[in-house]
């Protein structure tokens, strides 16, 4: 295993096997932290994630959340956190949240597995700024 794909597919696996129903995304970003990962860039209407590691970046692709031109709803925090709390919580798939993060007026989101720190952003400029702790596996 020695294509940045391999070792990203390697540490999702891990991720899923050790993480907790309830605040497991930590647990996931350590993961993808050890296998190195150190940057994680979702964009939201297409679904597509790119994950920067040391072995090179790669792209996971979705199915898109939106097809031709629709409107963005405004960027709205308090529905951001119910979709993150949602999520922390376990009572979400991985879908589910990305899609409410959609409905909350999020274009795209960026993790930062070195700060342990996720911004989410509007359309417009807006961004929410989320630390989660450390863990260790």
């Known amino acids: 295993m020695n294509t940045a794909t391999d070792r990203l597919r390697a540490a999702l696996d ?12 930590p647990y996931l970003a350590e993961a993808l932290r050890q296998a190195g990962v150190t940057r994680c860039r979702m964009a939201v209407p297409s679904n597509t994630m790119l994950y920067l590691t040391d072995a090179g970046p ?3 692709q979705s199915e898109p959340l939106v097809a031709g031109m629709v409107d963005v709803t405004p960027f709205d925090r308090r529905a951001l956190l119910t979709a993150l709390r949602v999520d ?9 949240f990305v899609q409410g993060c959609w409905e909350a007026g999020v274009v795209r989101y960026d993790v930062d597995l070195d700060a342990r720190q996720c911004v989410y952003y509007g359309a417009d ?6 630390t989660y702790q450390a863990v260790e596996i």
């Open 58 to 60: 790669v792209a996971v």
């Open 88 to 96: 922390q919580a376990g009572d979400s798939t991985f879908p589910e």
């Open 125 to 130: 400029g807006d961004s929410y700024t989320e």
């Open 14 to 25: 891990r991720a899923a096997a050790i993480r907790p129903k309830e605040g497991g995304f």
